[in-house]
């Protein structure tokens, strides 16, 4: 006579546990979050200007934000820009770009000018013959991801980079600079979900 109870239960409990690694899969496929790319563009203030004129250029910036989410829309809260002289020894102005959303796989240049300046302490920060001087740049914001018709919580974002400039503080690096983490690293919404879907997946490992 076959075995018609142990068999069925075993392939209930494989049919349970393979959907319910399929569904953890999926969750933290939906759920997994990438942070922006943040990136320099461009960077310039002139300094062959006399301290005494009513036109000086002020320093000038630009900003290149990528959304690399293929299907989730980020949500920038202020976004603060802070630039110094070498090694951070003085600051040479901020300046703060207002919130804005960003679509799925979106990129947006973002322009600022600091006019408030102390141009002695950049001339004498400021490279000569024709070398090359580290200035610095930092961002900080918050994002929140927008996953369907959900927000998730606010993530910190701390990323900076050092700016090879010439003798007029022009950027001297023709390409993008990338704007990395100077921080500890942020911990993703996916991650966060992943992990909670592993645990239960192993849970159920072990109940059945």
Known sequence: MPDS????????????????????????????????DCLLSKFYLPLNQTSNSSNLTPLEFELRLKNTNKDKGVYYDPINVTFYTPYRSHVIGNFTITKFYQGHKKSARKNGNISIIDRDVVSQAAPANGSTALFRVDLVTSVRYKILMFKTKRHKIRV????????????????????KSNADKIRSYCGQMGFFFANLLVLGLLIF
């Not at 494989?14 to 899969?25: E, Q, V």
């Not at 700016?163 to 001297?172: A, R």
């Open 5 to 36: 109870g142990g068999g069925g239960c075993g392939r209930c409990c494989c049919n349970f546990i393979f959907t319910l690694g399929l569904t953890a899969l999926f969750m933290w496929l939906s759920l997994r979050t990438s942070s922006p």
């Open 160 to 179: 900076g980079a050092n700016v090879e400039v010439n003798g007029t503080i022009t950027k001297v690096n023709h390409k993008d600079i990338k704007l």
